[in-house]
């Protein structure tokens, strides 16, 4: 059973860029929730999405922003990249929003911002 | 706010030597506890989800418990490969579906 796929692993970007990540959920799991670790505040929730509506949003800024398609594969977009914005960014999935099992992360993107 | 707090922040254990690891919470209402393993370069690994006071599960040399303030994660006899970061996450009960997650324990198993 193939698990939570992230792609890319590892990304350097340039400050002022955007950036794009994506994530390919467990086949069946129709919730997607994003979170941001560092070392600092260790992991954040970003937003979660679930039948392509994002249903919570954390205390992240605008330039954070997500989408979920069809296929319940999710996407998540970084503008005007900020060095405060390295991160390991996770995404984590599970069957519905109902249910309490544990969510299945991904491995993540290391983002990392010059 | 919800509010998730672990401790020790480091542990540095001999192999076989039991211990424990505390997350101590304070959420509205519970609607569940999480436990997560995580490798470093690696996500979360779940391990239980704890749902109400009086509740224990346990998985090989894994055991938790929770009460009505916080969680215990006991380790019995530890290897090397238990070695990892074990982090502890809430998720409250109402519309949100966020983990609020703590520090986490930084947990090293000497040979």
């Known amino acids: 059973k193939a698990g939570v796929t992230q792609t890319p692993r590892y990304l350097i970007k340039t400050r002022g860029q955007q950036v794009t990540l994506s994530c390919s959920p467990i086949?069946?799991?129709?919730?997607v929730s994003w979170y941001q670790q560092t070392p600092g505040q260790g992991l954040q929730f970003l937003f979660e999405?679930?039948?392509?509506?994002?249903?919570n949003k954390g205390n992240f800024p605008g330039r954070f922003s997500g989408r979920q398609f069809s296929n319940s594969r999710s996407e998540m977009n970084v503008s005007t990249l900020e060095l405060g914005d390295s991160a390991l960014y996770l995404c984590?999935?599970?069957?519905?929003?109902?249910?309490?099992?544990?969510?299945?992360f991904g491995s993540g993107t290391r983002l990392t911002v010059v | 706010e919800d509010q998730v707090t672990q401790s020790p922040e480091a542990l540095r254990l001999q192999e076989g030597e039991s211990s424990s690891l505390n997350c101590s919470y304070t959420?509205?209402?519970?609607?569940?506890l999480f436990w997560y393993r995580q490798d470093p370069g690696k996500g979360p690994e779940f391990l239980f989800t704890?749902?109400?006071a009086g509740e224990e599960k346990e998985k090989e040399r894994l055991k938790a418990t929770l009460t009505k303030k916080e969680s215990f994660l006991h380790i019995t006899a530890p290897k090397p490969e238990d070695s990892a970061t074990y982090l502890c996450?809430?998720?409250?009960?109402?519309?949100?579906?966020?983990?609020?997650f703590g520090s986490g324990t930084r947990l090293q198993v000497q040979p």
């Open positions: 984590a999935s599970r069957r519905t929003r109902d249910t309490t099992d544990g969510y299945t």
């Open positions: 086949s069946g799991h129709r919730s």
């Open positions: 999405y679930f039948s392509e509506t994002q249903r």
């Open positions: 959420v509205s209402g519970l609607r569940g």
């Open positions: 704890l749902y109400s």
């Open positions: 996450a809430v998720q409250e009960t109402g519309g949100r579906r966020a983990l609020t």
